[in-house]
C-alpha cells in the first residue's frame, strides 16, 4: 500500500529589527500532525539568498512531498495573503541575515521570468472567508527571500514532481507586533493555524481551480 505524500511546511527565522516571526510559529506548531492522511513536515528556513536554494533542494529530494506550502511575513498585511506569482529577481531593500544584499540578480539563471502557485488560491480564499478568516489574493510576494523561495519551490517541483501543488502565504503582524507599530493590523495565531490548516486541506481536497474573478484592474 503506497504511503500517502507528505505536506511539506516552511517559515523563516526573524529577520531584520524583529525578534518575532509568526511564520516560524505556524510551522512550528503544526510540524509533525497530520493533515487527514498526510503528515506535515515542517522546516525553518533561513532568511539568506546564499542557503535557501540548497536548503530547498535538500528538502524536495528528502521528502518529495505532494503538497508544498511556504510561509513569510508581511507586516502591515490585513489578511492572510496568497501570492500567485513569483518573479525570477532578487532586489533586496534590506540585507538578509548575513548581511547580503543582492541588487538586480536573477533567482535561476536562464529561468522563466515568472513562476506561479500551483494551489486552488481563489477556492482556498473562498473556503476562507466562508469559515470568517480574512483572507485574499496577492500579485505581489516581493522581491526578497520570500521571493525567492516561492520562485525556487515552484521552478524546482515542474521540473521534478510536476503533479506537487505548492504556493506561498504571507502572514500579517501577530498582535504584540502590530503593538509595535501603531496603527497597523495583527491577526491572532490562533487564526493564523486555523488558516494554514484550512489552505492545506483545500490543496488535498480541491481538484479544480475556482472558476471566479481574482484580478485587479490596477
Given at each position: ?96 541575515n548575513e548581511g547580503a544584499q543582492p541588487i538586480d540578480v536573477r533567482v535561476v539563471e536562464h529561468g522563466p521570468a515568472a ?104
Open positions: 500500500m503506497r504511503m500517502p505524500r507528505p505536506i511539506l511546511l516552511t517559515g523563516f527565522e526573524p529577520f531584520g529589527a524583529d525578534p518575532d516571526n509568526p511564520a516560524q510559529e505556524v510551522v512550528r506548531a503544526l510540524a509533525d500532525t497530520r493533515i487527514g492522511a498526510h503528515p506535515v513536515v515542517g522546516a525553518i528556513l533561513p532568511v539568506a539568498f546564499s542557503r535557501t536554494r540548497e536548503r530547498i533542494d535538500a528538502l524536495l529530494a528528502e521528502h518529495t512531498p505532494g503538497v508544498v506550502l511556504a510561509l513569510g511575513l508581511a507586516g502591515g498585511r490585513s489578511e492572510l495573503s496568497f501570492e500567485r506569482v513569483a518573479l525570477n529577481l532578487i532586489d533586496a531593500r534590506i540585507a538578509d513562476c506561479f502557485a500551483t494551489l486552488p488560491l481563489k477556492a482556498i480564499v473562498a473556503e476562507l472567508h466562508a469559515r470568517g478568516i480574512p483572507a485574499g489574493l496577492s500579485l505581489s510576494a516581493g522581491t526578497y527571500v520570500c521571493n525567492q523561495v516561492m520562485y525556487l519551490f515552484a521552478h524546482r517541483l515542474a521540473q521534478c514532481a510536476p503533479t506537487a501543488r505548492c504556493g506561498f502565504l504571507h502572514l500579517p503582524w501577530l498582535p504584540h507586533q502590530a503593538a509595535r507599530h501603531p496603527g497597523q493590523p495583527s491577526m491572532a495565531l490562533s487564526t493564523m493555524l486555523e488558516g494554514v490548516q484550512v489552505a492545506l486541506q483545500c490543496a488535498l481536497t480541491i481538484e479544480h481551480e475556482l472558476q471566479a474573478s481574482g484580478g485587479t484592474i490596477a
